[in-house]
């Protein structure tokens, strides 16, 4: 039977390829402190993380374990701040902000004895042009609590916009931060970061179904269409039971013949090497002498010559 379902796999196939097609066009799924441009840029930030240590780690001689700290120069504080992650530092009670959330902050600095945060945690980066930025929002309330006719929630509260760029000198081994400024109501923070996380780099290959996936899928789809649609064929039409239901059942059993030929001779040579029962050969053949006689000596033609003798007296 000529492989009539042949139309139908081709169909079945390139549904899935399309399929798996329309799949590897979706949106990919973004990694947090990461972005890609859509001229095909990528940025990674994910290496200035600050994370603190798990219990019993040790950590690596090149390891940063401490949040970026910054100078406010001519202000009269100082800020720390981490890179899409909490700090790591241990703040108490930061002005304005609840218990729960506390663990979020992001960036915060102190100022009279009290805390206060500049932004809550966040991965989400940007690309403004050719500016790669990272805000953090929801911060401490700001000082004077003005209130504005767009704020649903009645009060400003702070937040840092950090910018980052790509460091080509060969010597940089750190990233640098620098504080820019801040709004007149010191309500918003500008940061700059230098490093060389933030230049453009390639991204990494995501698993996904490839070429050869493809095919085998297709390959599967068509065998199971060839054979079911064989079957169906030989049983309906041809009227076949047993294995003959089998689409080109005379070329398998051919097949199917043709291994146990080859089974049987592979067989048959090895059996050569196998060891013998000479020692019984030889036994019988001593015992029977060389002339093929008995240990009475008598031989074949003896024997039937008494059992003619025997016959005719018996019926004597």
């Known amino acids: 039977m000529l492989f009539s379902s042949l139309p139908s796999a081709l169909l079945i196939g390139l549904a899935i390829h399309c399929g798996v097609s329309t799949a590897a066009t979706e949106e990919k799924i973004v990694e947090p402190c990461t972005v890609a441009s859509?001229?095909?840029?990528?940025?990674?930030?994910?290496?200035?993380?600050?994370?603190?240590?798990k219990d019993g780690k040790k950590p690596g001689k090149n390891d940063k374990i401490d949040d970026w700290h910054v100078r406010g120069y001519d202000f009269p504080y100082n800020f720390t701040l981490n890179i899409c992650a909490p700090v790591v530092a241990d703040i108490d009670k930061p002005v304005g902000i609840s218990s729960n959330l506390k663990k979020n902050v992001s960036a915060f600095y102190e100022h009279n004895d009290k805390t206060y945060s500049i932004g809550q945690l966040s991965s989400n980066l940007t690309l403004r042009g050719r500016r790669l930025v990272l805000?953090?929002?929801?911060?401490?309330?700001?000082?004077?609590?003005?209130?504005?006719?767009?704020?649903?929630?009645?009060?400003?509260?702070?937040?840092?916009?950090?910018?980052?760029?790509?460091?080509?000198?060969?010597?940089?081994?750190?990233?640098?931060?620098?504080?820019?400024?801040?709004?007149?109501?010191?309500?918003?923070?500008?940061f700059e970061?230098?490093?060389?996380?933030?230049?453009?780099?390639?991204?990494?290959?995501?698993?996904?179904?490839?070429?050869?996936?493809?095919?085998?899928?297709?390959?599967?789809?068509?065998?199971?269409?060839?054979f079911l649609g064989g079957v169906f064929y030989q049983r309906n039409?041809?009227?076949a039971r047993g294995w003959r239901q089998l689409p080109n059942y005379s070329m398998w059993a051919g097949i199917g013949n043709f291994i146990k030929d080859i089974l049987i001779i592979a067989t048959s040579s090895c059996a050569r090497f196998l060891p013998t029962h000479r020692g019984y050969s030889?036994?019988?053949?001593?015992?029977?002498?060389?002339?093929?006689?008995?240990?009475?000596?008598?031989?074949?033609?003896?024997?039937?010559?008494?059992?003619?003798?025997?016959?005719?007296?018996?019926?004597?």
């Open 38 to 53: 859509s001229t095909g840029s990528f940025y990674d930030l994910r290496k200035m993380s600050i994370l603190p240590l």
């Open 135 to 190: 805000q953090y929002t929801n911060g401490s309330p700001c000082g004077d609590n003005t209130k504005r006719d767009d704020d649903k929630k009645g009060e400003r509260r702070k937040s840092s916009l950090i910018s980052f760029h790509c460091d080509k000198d060969p010597l940089a081994t750190a990233p640098s931060v620098t504080f820019v400024g801040t709004d007149p109501d010191h309500c918003s923070y500008h």
């Open 193 to 226: 970061v230098l490093s060389k996380d933030a230049c453009i780099s390639a991204e990494p290959a995501k698993q996904g179904v490839g070429p050869a996936a493809v095919f085998a899928i297709i390959g599967v789809i068509a065998i199971l269409v060839y």
């Open 237 to 239: 039409v041809a009227h």
């Open 282 to 316: 030889a036994l019988s053949i001593s015992a029977n002498g060389p002339s093929g006689r008995g240990r009475n000596g008598r031989g074949p033609e003896d024997e039937n010559r008494l059992i003619d003798q025997l016959d005719e007296e018996w019926d004597d």
